[in-house]
Structures are given as C-alpha cells and as structure tokens.
C-alpha cells in the first residue's frame, strides 16, 4: 500500500484565517519531502520542500514542519485567501539523490469560505 | 524557467486504438522524466522512470508492453498507451528533473497534464 497518507481528506476555513494539513508517511528511509498544490485539471504545483536534516522550512504564507520521530509532515498556510483552495499532496522521496519518482499522499481538498 | 509541457492536453480515442502523449522538457535538459497518472478524486502514482538513452523502470503493476515509454533526447519522453481500453482512461502527468541541477536538488518540474478518454 502507499507509504504517506494523510489525516483529513477535506479541511474547510474561513478566508483569512490560517490553515494546517497534515501527512503521516511511513518510509523511515525517506529523506525528501514536498507539499504540492493541484487546481482541478492541472498538474501539480510545488510549493515547499524539506529534506531531513531539517524539521521546519518557511516559505511564503507556508511553513513546513517534519517530525522524524512520528513520521509526519504539516503544512501550515498563514492568512488563507480564496486562491488557496485546491488539493493539497505531500509527497516523498526515498533515500537515492532524488533518482526515484515521488509517492503521493491521498490529498487533502482545502475549502476557503468567504 | 523550468516548464514542462505535454501534448495533447486532451484526447478521446476508441477502445483498442493506441495514443501518444509528449512530455518536454522546454527551458532545461532532462535525463529523467517521470510518468504518473491520476484517477478522478485520488491521489497522482507513479507509473514509471524514464532515463534518456536506456530503457524506462516501470513500477509493479505497470504492464510496461502496454505503456510504451521513449525518452529518446533530453528534452522530450513520450508515453504511448497501446490497445487502450475505458479503464486506461484517466490523467496522466509527466515530471522531469534538471540534468544541471539533480546532482544537488530532488525536485521534479511537473507538466499540465493530459486527459485521456477511451470510448
């Protein structure tokens, strides 16, 4: 079965507020990890990454927290904005200099409400 | 920089026909694409590695005599799906990484996607 997962398939907020998705993965060997964003019809759009050395990443509006210990991933999204609504994938990649293709989580549908 | 395209973006054919779809590379050079492919409301799963020059890594489950891969320059790898039937029906995405920047990044550049419909 997949290795990364997620807790929540569907999160509704209200615009403005900040937003958190999880992903719990199950690869200890994994050392790379990325939060993609899809729009309906679309490819996936990269938003954030971190390897695993590291366990909290900044990006704009977006933090990226890893915790090697339980073997999860959150995605944190800071003052929402209706643009923000999509599904959200975290992804990993196992050990191997990126050589490997990506396994996805199963997603989570971010709502923002007016 | 860094764009990735696929061709066609849509595409109905008839159960048994085969179908090709391109994925290039625009801005960068390539010696890895990937071929993922995504059913309605799930999640994208890898199909295969395509490797420039030598022959595709299909995942298990992946019947490799029924999506043919060919990544003949850095720039272009083509998923060609033979006999297609209904249940090939789906979206599938292409990846593809930096050949300047793989020794020192992990990250893929995706493409747009294509929408495949058997009829």
């Known amino acids: 079965g997949e290795s990364v997962g997620l807790h929540l398939p569907t999160l509704s907020v209200q615009e403005g507020d900040n937003s958190i998705i999880n992903c719990a993965y199950s690869n200890s060997a994994s050392d790379y990890f990325i939060w993609y964003k899809q729009e309906s019809g679309k490819g996936p759009q990269f938003i954030i990454d971190?390897?695993?050395?590291?366990d909290k990443r900044q990006g704009q509006r977006v933090t990226v927290l890893l915790n090697k210990t339980v073997k999860h991933l959150s995605l944190q999204i800071a003052a929402t904005q209706p643009g923000d609504s999509a599904v959200y994938f975290c992804a990993e990649n196992l050990a191997g200099g990126g050589a490997d293709g990506l396994t996805f989580g199963k997603g989570t549908h971010l709502i923002i409400q007016p | 920089g860094a764009v990735v395209s696929q061709h066609p973006s849509r595409v109905i054919c008839k159960s048994g026909t085969s179908v090709k779809i391109e994925c290039r590379s625009l801005d960068f050079q390539a010696t890895t694409m990937f071929w993922y492919r995504q059913f309605p409301k799930q999640s994208l799963m890898l199909m295969a590695t395509s490797n420039e020059g030598s022959k595709a890594t299909y995942e298990q489950g992946v019947e490799k005599d029924k999506f043919l891969i060919n990544h003949a320059s850095l720039t272009l790898s083509t998923l060609t799906v033979t006999s297609a039937h209904p249940e090939d029906s789906s979206f599938y995405i292409c990846s593809a990484r930096d050949r300047l920047t793989s020794g020192s990044s992990y990250e893929q550049y995706f493409g747009p996607g294509t929408r495949l419909t058997v009829t």
């Open positions: 971190i390897r695993s050395n590291m």
